[in-house]
């Protein structure tokens, strides 16, 4: 069973920055996609960004909407995935959730197996 423990989520200013932490138990985390999903109230879970396993040699995925000013990242020493949010908007205000699935990256929500319980970001304007 693979558990994942997000935090780094808060209130910030239009155009600050934050850090997003998803730690990792339970399984060889090199082998795991780790993608990063958003939801706002009253809409649906979207897709923000995505990176493959260490092995599959693809690089990372970004929704339109972020890229440029998002980054994904993984620490294998840590077992842990970050999100660096810049130049941050009042739309980028929703529950940011962190995401595992075996070897490569999906942009559907339905394709991962493993969720961490999602963290609030709120930025205002």
């Known amino acids: 069973q693979v558990q994942l423990v997000e935090s780094g989520g808060g209130l910030v200013q239009a155009g600050d920055s934050l850090r997003l932490s998803c730690a990792v138990s339970?399984?060889?985390?090199?082998?795991?996609?780790m993608a990063w999903f958003r939801q706002a109230p009253g809409k649906e879970r979207e897709f923000v960004g995505a990176s493959s396993s260490s092995s599959s040699g693809r690089t990372p995925d970004y929704a339109d909407s972020v890229k440029g000013r998002f980054t994904i990242s993984r620490d294998t020493s840590q077992n842990t995935a970050y999100l660096q949010m810049n130049s941050l908007k009042a739309e980028d205000t929703a529950v940011y959730y962190c995401a595992a699935r075996l070897w490569v990256s999906n942009r559907t929500p339905s394709a991962y197996e493993y969720w961490g319980q999602g963290t609030q970001v709120t930025v205002s304007s």
């Open positions: 339970g399984r060889t985390f090199s082998n795991y996609a």
